[in-house]
């Protein structure tokens, strides 16, 4: 086996830890001052990513994947498809965040696995072992034990409809997972196949999920904000700022997903998520329980577990051993 250090994704585990974690919390502060603009703040950050990605191309030239197009069949059963669950994975989660603690929001974000592998099933045509259908209850149960009594939702009405949202929001993160890897290592499986330069892919999804969110937040947000006329410059500094993070971590998690398998790289999410709730109690005094803390630890190490036994028979051609 590679040595680990040398692996080629484990630079990009490191930094989609970092990007991931600082995007996260530096969105929480922007929606704790625009709690209204939300779905407009994550659409006006994916024309950021957009730019970037251009220019990055441009600059780079092919190696990069400039000039790459996609087939109209891989556009219309693919890309449109991902853009549709990316929307909505972000704008969700999103809104949840605005309504609940990040604490709370990456706990929550442990139920992911279970629909991963019930996509890997149904769109990748591929078996999961028992094994690891008997591990995502348990991880289930780990999740029940970290939230139930999470006073954050205990203690506030609005996140009950954050907790949905949350919930929403992982189906389509555990969507836009196993597309993502039919793109950049074109397996088979339900609809086209075909390989994508992660950049490609980036350029196509960003600004078709960015325009869905602008259309989303013309009807549920601006009509009734009052942020853009109370604080604009705040709000479009932060929102730009934000837009760069948003950049690295997606580059960084498409590059641990073509070098991974979807369950593995949802193992590394997981593990992620654990080191964010750390992070976010020295920013947002959030009180974790004995139980909180011991179902975070269930959740987050069967979730590591899960990935172990289910790529065990089943690894993609560019699969790493963890």
């Not at 709690?35 to 190696?63: R, Y």
């Not at 259309?215 to 929102?239: K, N, R, V």
């Not at 070098?259 to 976010?280: C, D, E, G, H, R």
Request: glycine content about 6%; proline content about 4%; hydrophobic content about 50%.
């Amino acid at each position: 086996m590679e040595a680990l250090w040398r692996h080629p994704a484990t630079s990009s585990v490191v930094g989609n830890f970092l990007s991931y974690s600082f995007w996260t919390l530096a969105n929480k502060m922007i929606f704790g001052q625009c709690k209204d603009l939300p779905l407009l703040s994550t659409a006006l950050q994916m024309v950021v990513v957009t730019a970037i990605t251009i220019t990055v191309q441009e600059v780079n030239g092919s190696p990069s994947g400039k000039g790459e197009k996609a087939p109209r069949e891989v556009l219309t059963k693919m890309l449109i498809p991902l853009s549709l669950v990316r929307s909505c994975d972000l704008g969700f989660a999103n809104l949840a965040l605005a309504a609940m603690s990040v604490a709370s929001q990456q706990i929550l974000k442990s139920t992911i696995p279970v629909w991963v592998a019930v996509l890997t099933v149904a769109y990748l045509r591929q078996r999961v072992p028992l094994r690891a259908w008997v591990i995502v209850f348990i991880i289930v149960l780990g999740t029940i034990m970290a939230t139930a009594s999470d006073p954050d939702i205990a203690g506030r009405q609005n996140t009950i409809l954050g907790v949905i949202f949350m919930l929403l929001s992982c189906f389509c993160r555990a969507g836009k997972c196993v597309i993502n890897t039919r793109l950049l290592q074109a397996l088979p499986g339900a609809g086209a196949q075909h390989k994508l330069h992660k950049l490609t892919l980036l350029r196509y999804e960003a600004p078709m999920s960015g325009t869905l969110l602008f259309l989303a937040s013309m009807f549920c947000e601006i009509p009734y904000s009052t942020t853009l006329w109370e604080q604009p410059g705040y709000f479009m500094a932060a929102t730009v700022c934000n837009g760069f993070l948003m950049f690295l971590n997606q580059v960084t998690y498409l590059a641990i997903v073509e070098y991974t398998s979807p369950i593995a790289s949802q193992a590394i999410m997981n593990v992620k998520m654990i080191f964010l709730i750390l992070l976010s109690t020295l920013f947002y005094p959030v009180h974790i329980s004995f139980i909180n803390g011991l179902g975070m630890m269930i959740a987050a190490s069967s979730a590591i577990a899960y990935s172990y036994v289910a790529d065990e028979k089943h690894k993609t051609r560019e699969a790493i051993n963890l």
